[in-house]
């Protein structure tokens, strides 16, 4: 087992996460709006629908992994190209975060936590990316790709509710923080586009 992988995966996730995104900026909005409590409900709806993602890739891609090298270096070439892209939409991005309390409508924390799950699990990004994320990240010769996926998936849940998290219970300060600092947003941009095309790099040369 390379446990080196493991924490370039945990860093790489931990990196995503904190970079600003239609999730987490959705959770600073709800825990503002409606209190911490509401933005974790809505957090645990978000990190649950990947739970779905998790076994839609795990099953589909190990399937892949086992039939062909040349599908699986296919995937892994897609999946690098995919990333790239997502760097270039983030460059050509406006840097500035932007985010409205207004319109946001009180909801109960079931509710909250129903549209988290729907959220993520109605999102095709979210398999893509998970897709195109997880491939160059297998890290045991000894355990079943499904297995692997899986601790990935699990690993991916628990550094990014750790993050959301934080942001949920820190949702004052944080949008306090982004109103007042004007640097902000393009260190967070450029933090995006350097884990993009890092993990991109990453993931087009691995080892199956």
């Keep these: 087992m390379n446990f080196e992988i493991l924490y370039a995966f945990i860093i790489a996730t931990a990196a995503l996460s904190i970079s600003p995104g239609p999730d987490n900026i959705y959770v600073l909005m709800q825990s503002i709006v409606n209190g911490k409590k509401y933005g974790l409900a809505t957090v645990i709806g978000l990190m649950t629908g990947c739970l779905v993602h998790t076994t839609l890739v795990a099953f589909g891609v190990s399937v892949i992994i086992k039939q062909s090298e040349v599908l699986f270096f296919t995937i892994k070439l897609a999946g690098a190209i995919y990333l790239f892209f997502l760097a270039y939409k983030v460059w050509r991005s406006n ?3 932007q985010f409205s309390e207004k319109n946001v409508e009180k909801k109960s924390i079931g509710q909250l936590f129903r549209q ?29 790709n499904v297995i692997q996926f899986y601790v990935l998936g699990f690993l991916f849940i628990l550094v990014s509710f750790i993050v959301f998290g934080g942001i949920a219970v820190m949702a004052g300060y944080i949008s306090t923080y982004i109103k007042k600092s004007s640097k902000i947003g393009v260190f967070l941009k450029w933090m995006q586009i350097v884990v993009f095309i890092g993990i991109g790099i990453f993931i087009l040369f691995s080892k199956k």
């Design 95 to 97: 840097a500035a975060i």
């Design 116 to 144: 988290g799950f729907i959220m993520n699990v109605l999102n095709p990004k979210v398999s893509i990316f998970f897709l195109a994320f997880f491939p160059g990240f297998l890290f045991s010769n000894e355990l079943s």
